[in-house]
């Protein structure tokens, strides 16, 4: 029953919130100024795991806030949610405006690296541009049993490269851009050395563009 539910030690009926919208293996459900997601299967993070990230103090990559239980099982957690629904294009975003964005998640990634936290089972419809850079699904994010920050970084710091990439292909197949050009970006993006910020590496490709539409336009 709904009523079995409890957010920490505070019971929780969920019959009478409103479903936000459901995916394979759950359901999100809107709670005041946050979401509830609610797993109905094994396929997520463990307890432990997501007791760990709620610790961890983000900005831009949405950790979970408090724990879900039903009968005492873990089984989901508050999350924040977006100030704004939809999402604005990435491509027209200004440059300075997207590369303060980048510093700003790149920062985040740091942080959880410090934590030894592996941003994992990412795809690019869980990177938000929202007035600011969001990742918003934690929901299989890794704590890796060792002590390497440094390696933990790189991973995060690739994974976040190839999220930007498939993002930014994705909106530019929806533009009047030859397919030749898309191409030749992303494989220019993705070719960063794993010791550069994508930060720092989109900027000197930006040059005088400003945006990554205009950008892919002349080359």
Same mark, same amino acid.
């Given at each position: 029953m709904s009523t079995n539910y409890r ?37 997520h993070i463990n307890e432990d795991d ?33 100030? /704004?629904?939809? *999402?604005?294009? +990435?491509?027209?975003? &200004?440059? $300075?405006?997207?590369?303060?964005? %980048?510093?700003?998640? #790149? ?29 918003? /699904?934690?929901? *299989?994010?890794? +704590?890796?049993?060792? &002590?390497? $920050?440094?390696?933990?970084?790189? %991973?995060?710091?690739? #994974? ?39 930060? &720092? ?17 002349r080359m």
């Amino acid at each position: 029953m709904s009523t079995n539910y409890r957010l920490e030690s505070k019971r929780i009926n969920l019959d009478r919130l409103n479903v936000q919208s459901t995916f394979s293996g759950g359901r999100i459900y809107n709670y005041r100024n946050q979401i509830i997601k609610v797993f109905d299967d094994d396929d997520h993070i463990n307890e432990d795991d997501a007791r760990t990230l709620s610790r961890i103090k983000s900005l831009y990559i949405f950790l979970p806030l408090k724990l879900l239980f039903f009968n005492d099982r873990f089984c989901g957690y508050s999350l924040k949610s977006l100030d /704004k629904i939809g *999402r604005d294009k +990435i491509i027209g975003v &200004d440059k $300075e405006e997207l590369l303060d964005s %980048i510093y700003n998640l #790149e920062n985040d990634i740091e942080t959880l690296s410090k934590k030894s936290v592996i941003i994992n089972g990412l795809d690019f419809n869980d990177l938000q541009y929202n007035d600011g850079l969001y990742i918003t /699904k934690p929901d *299989r994010f890794i +704590i890796f049993n060792g &002590d390497e $920050e440094t390696k933990v970084n790189d %991973i995060n710091v690739g #994974e976040l490269n190839l999220l930007l990439s498939s993002l930014f292909v994705h909106e530019l197949n929806g533009e009047n851009i030859p397919r030749k050009s898309i191409s030749e970006f992303s494989e220019l993006f993705r070719s960063k050395d794993q010791y550069t910020s994508n930060c &720092d590496y989109l900027d000197d490709l930006f040059d005088d563009s400003p945006n990554v539409r205009e950008l892919v336009k002349r080359m």
